[in-house]
């Protein structure tokens, strides 16, 4: 009966799993390489979600003019954060980026 009850229990946990699974087999093949990617796709995320807090701030702007105070400043804390966001995403993408060259020369 304990072995269900565990079983049942990590049940959830199964597709953290699954996702988990293929960046750490590419890194394992790739090494430092994989890093390298994985940083590029990093920055890359960082990108996206700039452009689309910039592109949704610039929607508000233009589809219902400029907002009066408070809802100009919601506007603007939403667009903060994302950017804030954005710019430790970009960090850890370079981050990545230059531990894998760091890899690839050093090591291989």
Not at 18 to 46: D, E, K
Not at 49 to 59: I, L, Y
Not at 70 to 85: F, G, V
Request: proline share 4%.
């Amino acid at each position: 009966m304990r072995k269900r009850s565990e079983a049942i229990l990590l049940l959830p946990l199964l597709p953290i799993f699954l996702v988990g699974m293929f960046p750490m087999l590419l890194i394992g093949m790739l090494g430092s390489a994989g890093l390298v990617i994985f940083g590029i796709l990093l920055i890359r995320v960082a990108l996206a979600g700039t452009m689309e807090a910039h592109g949704d701030f610039n929607q508000e702007i233009i589809a219902h003019g400029y907002a009066s105070g408070p809802e100009r400043a919601a506007q603007a804390s939403d667009l903060q954060s994302a950017t804030r966001m954005a710019v430790l995403l970009h960090a850890a993408g370079f981050a990545m980026v230059a531990a894998g060259i760091a890899g690839l020369f050093l090591v291989g």
